[in-house]
């Protein structure tokens, strides 16, 4: 019994021996406000992509470059996208998640806007241009608001935009991670009430960097963050990306 776990040690570790090391990767994260990182003085604000950074192993590096109240047009239009595009190495990945302002046709939000044929053209260059430089792109549908109708269901906010993103990921044959689905699953087994949880909701005095509370239906806390990065990261094992090679399994579950 002895010999036959030192001849397995010994297999073990001479396979471990020949067996090169993973390539270090680049996973790339360009979105808006629910994905992107925040400061401690905007604590317990938090962008999913945060938590989402943590899950990984020592051979991935994870530069999120989501910036809040930003579109596809806005962040082509800002030189966010170039960067990237000029910087990303074969092998990368780049994880793509816009919509809550490609949508907003509000008068005040008007700087943001992109119509949805301009979207799906954005989207697709951002595709396009990834796979040329061999870096795998993930679509995914914008992550849902925390809005209900006055039967207690939630809303969809996002129906167009969304499924711009399916149909985009559809024809340029890449992944696609469907978050408004299933994060409005969440939120409405959650319901109107329990589902402040996952948002930044707060009354006043609970926590100084808001002394008169705020009630945010669009951002996230750190738990709600951590709810959301566990659905994209569950949603990447199931469906066999690569990627998932390379998630600390002792953290995600």
Known sequence: MLRNKLSLVCMLAIIAFILPPKKKIKVWMMGDSTMCNYELSRAPLTGWGMPFAIFFDSTVTIDNR???????????????????SDSMQAGDYLIIQFG?????KEEKYKDRYTSPEDYRKNLTRFVTTAKEKQVQPILITPVTRRYFDANGTIKQT?????????????EQQVPLIDLDEMSRKLVQELGAEHSKL????????????YPNGIKDDTHFNEFGARKIAELVLSEIKNQHIELAQRIVISKAK
């Open 66 to 84: 989501a910036k809040g109240g930003r579109s596809t047009r806005t962040f082509i239009s800002e030189n966010r996208w170039q960067p990237i």
């Open 100 to 104: 809550h302002n490609d949508e907003a």
């Open 158 to 170: 996002h129906i167009v935009y969304s499924a711009i993103v399916r149909e985009v990921a559809a």
């Open 198 to 209: 996952l948002f930044n909701y707060l009354q006043p005095g609970e926590h100084p960097n």
